[in-house]
Nanobody, 123 residues
């Protein structure tokens, strides 16, 4: 019954912006910590951004620090990823994940995943 539905991906020119959304249902939103991962062909799903378990802090992969912002709207049970200054290396399938623990970098620590949304950055 748990469902995470991602949206907002698409094709964007280098330097542009996208805002990804992850709408959660079938779970108690506040009982989970949230993160974003991305994956390209032949590679493992890699950490992009996440909230701490408390929700008071945010963490980012160094490659996106200063460009991406993770946020959430508890009333709407939705997690967002604002992506600015996109470049070709940001291309990939972006996944929203939910976990119930302190560790946030390893994808194996996440219990639920969305279907993914494709982000393609062109020059």
């Amino acid at each position: 019954q748990v469902q995470l539905v991602e949206s907002g991906g698409g094709l964007v020119q280098a330097g542009g912006s996208l805002r990804l959304s992850c709408a959660a249902s079938g779970l108690t939103f506040s009982r989970y910590a949230w993160g974003w991962f991305r994956q390209t062909l032949g590679k493992e799903r890699e950490f992009v951004a996440a909230f701490s378990w408390s929700g008071l802090s945010t963490y980012y992969h160094d490659s996106v620090k200063g460009r991406f912002t993770i946020s959430r709207d508890n009333a709407e049970n939705t997690v967002y990823l604002q992506m600015n200054s996109l470049n070709a290396e940001d291309t990939g399938i972006y996944y929203c994940g939910a976990r119930r623990g302190v560790p946030y970098v390893d994808s194996a620590d996440y219990m639920y995943w969305g279907q993914g949304t494709q982000v393609t950055v062109s020059s």
